[in-house]
């Protein structure tokens, strides 16, 4: 199966800073299969970003994603109030669908 | 789309663990793949399997010896059994809708915690 790594852990950020949070994959994932999601605390998660960069109907242009291959970035141009929380790396390319262990993007 | 879990919260170790997911806001036979995701207490996500609209699943191979996925169109729900549960099964488990990819997870429900304990 493809292990997705996820780094830093924890990201510590004060509000209206850039985050980038990373993931790589053991082996490469076609650009279409690749997501992103975030959890905030005692909520599920909720799709952030799919297909390596397109964003569902009311997700805010200050998330981004990037990358190719085995290497993938998630972008938060400046951090809101509301976006310290977890963000995990999916890869749906093959089965089975794998998950990064998440980064917590905690307020410094 | 949305998706609510239901079953037992408490499951006896050995066990059968249960769950619903009620699809609301959109016809189940209309098309999609529709999945379970768990999240052990304070883990990572693991994918737990995903069957389509006319019955095809999908199952991850760690799980797969235990799991069973169906569909009831009629009821616009699925379902998931966990045979000989344990300890580690204990865990949040989330139905997701994953749109046209089977391994998708386009929407999530709320979770429902189940706990294996005697």
């Known amino acids: 199966e493809i292990v997705l790594t996820q780094s830093p852990a924890t990201l510590s950020l004060s509000p209206g800073e850039r985050a980038t949070l990373s993931c790589r994959a053991s082996q490469s994932v076609g650009r279409d299969y690749f997501a992103w999601h975030q959890q905030k605390p005692g909520q599920p998660p909720t799709l952030l970003i799919y297909?390596?960069?397109r964003r569902p109907i009311g997700i805010p242009d200050r998330f981004s994603g990037s990358g190719s291959g085995t290497d993938f970035t998630l972008t938060i141009s400046r951090l809101e109030p509301e976006d310290f929380a977890i963000y995990f790396c999916?890869?749906?390319?093959?089965?089975?669908?794998?998950f990064g262990q998440g980064t917590k993007v905690e307020i410094k | 789309v949305q998706l609510q879990e239901s079953g037992p919260g408490l499951v006896k170790p050995s066990e059968t663990l249960s769950l619903t997911c009620t699809v609301s806001?959109?016809?189940?036979?209309?098309?999609?793949?529709w999945g379970w995701i768990r999240q052990a207490p304070g883990k990572g996500l693991e994918w737990i399997g995903s069957?389509?609209?006319?019955?095809?699943?999908l199952y991850n191979p760690s799980l797969k010896s235990r799991v069973t996925i169906s569909v009831d169109t009629s009821k616009n729900q699925f379902s998931l059994k966990v045979n000989s549960v344990t300890a580690a099964d204990t865990a949040v488990y989330y139905c997701v809708d994953t749109g046209s990819n089977a391994l998708g997870a386009a929407d999530w429900g709320q979770g429902i915690l189940v706990t294996v304990s005697s």
């Open positions: 999916h890869q749906y390319d093959m089965s089975p669908t794998t």
């Open positions: 806001d959109y016809f189940i036979i209309s098309s999609h793949y």
């Open positions: 069957i389509s609209h006319s019955g095809s699943t």
């Open positions: 297909g390596t960069y």
